[in-house]
Every structure is written in structure tokens, then in C-alpha cells.
């Protein structure tokens, strides 16, 4: 039984309550029962038990016509944060309408949220380049010449001093690695200028060098290319997870890969660390996520107590140049 499309929520109730009605008033008129002017017990049974009856088929046919929108609530509150689910649109008249009106709310919504996210990650990235840019041609230029001038100094210092200007030039020396290291963090110019898996691979060298944890790397061959937006969420997933696997997790080993598997690009990030339990939503992860459907990839983190953790990222390779 299908209703028109049409209907009213309240027009439906009322229909199914005026046809339980008709239906118990034709019993009364042309079933062989009376009730006289006088009723004894027995009719007044009767009377009762045709009541009950017509009730409960009142309520059954009810709950039946409002299932469906109990359903849609249901599923209402199971949308996702980041990616909701089409709500199934069944039923008729008005809960298929809410169904398909909430339908075209949740595109629209993702749809602004991924534009909203792409110019803010855009941002990101670009106040990422101007620092990155700052640093190395400031920053690194003025320990550059801190540099020369230690050098100069320590050839015309007595002896005395030769040991200390030395210490001091090695500090400098140090903290300009350091600002170089970190200036490649914020824009990985190897990932512009040699494309993601040379980027990848640089990133799994420095983590191996700061973190004293042996980085095994599996990149597959002939892999497709992706647009610049989805390698840079791919680099930066990587970043992150290499960077929780040094910081939380104690790993002394961890795996970077990336392959192909059918329709889909494949980053993981394997580490033999001590796990967790329980998934934390911490910003790190929520980063991660969000990056993952700016670009319609899908993200999942694996971990157990003792047993290592796995962040994987699969990207589809619709999303390509």
C-alpha cells in the first residue's frame, strides 16, 4: 500500500483512523450483535472486547504508516562528521519527502564543507610556505653569517678561546639544521619539484635519523598519478603518523608504503609500537580526517595494546591530475 505523495502526515493518520471507523461500524450494522436499551454484562463484554479490538488495529496500522519515520531518525542521528551517509528514502507521502529533503541538505552541506575545508587547508599551506620561505631566507641566512663570522674569529682568537668559539660555532651550526629541517617540514619542496614518492622517501630518511627507529619503505612501481591537492594530503598523512609513531608509540620499527589496490592509491604507515586502545580523537586524527575527505579518501586507524598501530589511507585514483 502506497500513499499519494501528496498527503499530509495528518491526513494520513486521519485516514487510517476514519477507516478503522468505517470498518467497526459496518461490523456493528450488519453483525448479528445488539445492544439493547438495557445491556447486561455479556454485551457490555462484547462492546469492550470491539473496542480493544478496534484500538489496537488503530495503533498497529499507526506505528505502521510512522515506521518509516521512525527509521529516518534513527538514521538521522547516525549521520558521520565528516562524510554523512544518503539517508534511505522509502516509505511515502511526507517521510519519503523529509527523506529526500534531508538527502539534498547533506550534498549541499558536504559539498560547501569540502570547499570550506579546501580553501582553509589551502591557507594552511600557503601560511606553511610563507614561514618555510621566512625561515630559510632570514632565519638560515643570519645563522649562515653567524657562522662566517665564529670561523673568522676563531682563526684570529687566541688559543685559549680556539676550544670555546668552537663549541659555539657547532651550536650554530646545529640550530641551522635544525631550521632547515624544520622550514622542510612546513613545505616539502622535494614533494614540488620530484614528486610524491621521492617525498615520501625523504620524510622516511629524516624520521629514521631524528628518531632512531629503522624505517623499512615499500613503494610499488608504476603507480598513478594523483592531483597536487590529493599527493599533498597523501605527504602530510604520512608526516603525521610518522610523527605520532615517534612521539607516543616507542616504535624500533616502522614500515611506509604505498601501492596500488584496484581503483584506489594505498598509503600505510605500520610501526611495532605499543598500541592503544580505544581510538583518541585527538587533533592530530581529526587533521588527518579532514584531509582525507577534502579529497574523498578514506582514512583508518588500526591499533592494539602491544601490537603496533596502522594508519591507512586509501585515495581513489579518480582524484588525479
Known amino acids: 500500500m502506497r500513499l499519494p505523495s501528496h498527503l499530509l502526515l495528518f491526513w494520513t493518520i486521519c485516514l487510517i483512523n476514519g477507516a478503522v471507523l468505517v470498518v467497526g461500524a459496518l461490523v456493528l450494522v450488519l453483525s448479528p450483535a445488539r445492544v439493547s436499551s438495557d445491556p447486561v454484562p455479556s454485551e457490555v463484554l462484547v462492546v469492550g472486547i470491539g473496542l480493544a479490538v478496534v484500538l489496537?488495529?488503530?495503533?498497529?496500522?499507526?506505528?505502521?504508516?510512522?515506521?518509516?519515520?521512525?527509521?529516518?531518525?534513527?538514521?538521522?542521528?547516525?549521520?558521520?562528521?565528516?562524510?554523512?551517509?544518503?539517508?534511505?528514502?522509502?516509505?511515502?507521502?511526507?517521510?519519503?519527502?523529509?527523506?529526500?529533503?534531508?538527502?539534498?541538505?547533506?550534498?549541499?552541506?558536504?559539498?560547501?564543507?569540502?570547499?570550506?575545508?579546501?580553501?582553509?587547508?589551502?591557507?594552511?599551506?600557503?601560511?606553511?610556505?610563507?614561514?618555510?620561505?621566512?625561515?630559510?631566507?632570514?632565519?638560515?641566512?643570519?645563522?649562515?653569517?653567524?657562522?662566517?663570522?665564529?670561523?673568522?674569529?676563531?682563526?684570529?682568537?687566541?688559543?685559549?678561546?680556539?676550544?670555546?668559539?668552537?663549541?659555539?660555532?657547532?651550536?650554530?651550526?646545529?640550530?641551522?639544521?635544525?631550521?632547515?629541517?624544520?622550514?622542510?617540514?612546513?613545505?616539502?619542496?622535494?614533494?614540488?619539484?620530484?614528486?610524491?614518492?621521492?617525498?615520501?622517501?625523504?620524510?622516511?630518511t629524516d624520521f629514521a635519523d631524528h628518531s632512531g627507529a629503522a624505517v623499512r619503505r615499500s613503494f610499488a612501481p608504476g603507480l598513478p598519478p594523483l592531483s597536487p591537492e590529493a599527493e599533498v594530503v597523501v605527504y602530510r598523512v604520512a608526516q603525521e603518523a610518522l610523527t605520532n609513531a615517534a612521539r607516543h608509540a616507542d616504535a624500533h620499527a616502522v614500515e611506509l608504503s604505498l601501492r596500488r589496490l584496484g581503483d584506489w592509491v594505498v598509503m600505510e604507515v605500520n610501526d611495532d609500537g605499543r598500541g592503544f586502545e580505544g581510538l583518541d580523537e585527538g587533533s592530530g586524527l581529526m587533521g588527518m580526517r579532514e584531509r582525507a575527505a577534502l579529497v574523498r579518501a578514506e582514512l583508518s586507524v588500526i591499533s592494539q595494546p602491544r601490537r603496533g598501530t596502522t594508519v591507512r589511507l586509501r585515495v581513489p585514483v579518480g582524484v588525479a591530475s
Open 56 to 204: 489496537v488495529a488503530d495503533a498497529l496500522l499507526i506505528r505502521w504508516a510512522l515506521a518509516p519515520l521512525q527509521r529516518l531518525i534513527a538514521r538521522l542521528g547516525d549521520i558521520e562528521r565528516l562524510e554523512p551517509t544518503r539517508l534511505p528514502e522509502e516509505g511515502s507521502g511526507p517521510v519519503l519527502g523529509i527523506a529526500q529533503s534531508v538527502n539534498g541538505l547533506l550534498l549541499r552541506l558536504a559539498e560547501e564543507r569540502r570547499t570550506g575545508d579546501a580553501r582553509a587547508l589551502a591557507a594552511q599551506e600557503a601560511e606553511r610556505h610563507r614561514i618555510a620561505q621566512e625561515l630559510h631566507d632570514e632565519v638560515g641566512q643570519s645563522l649562515t653569517v653567524v657562522l662566517l663570522g665564529l670561523k673568522q674569529v676563531e682563526s684570529h682568537a687566541p688559543s685559549e678561546l680556539v676550544e670555546e668559539l668552537a663549541a659555539v660555532r657547532e651550536s650554530a651550526r646545529a640550530g641551522l639544521d635544525d631550521v632547515r629541517r624544520v622550514a622542510r617540514r612546513l613545505r616539502p619542496g622535494v614533494l614540488e619539484d620530484l614528486g610524491l614518492t621521492s617525498a615520501l622517501a625523504a620524510l622516511a
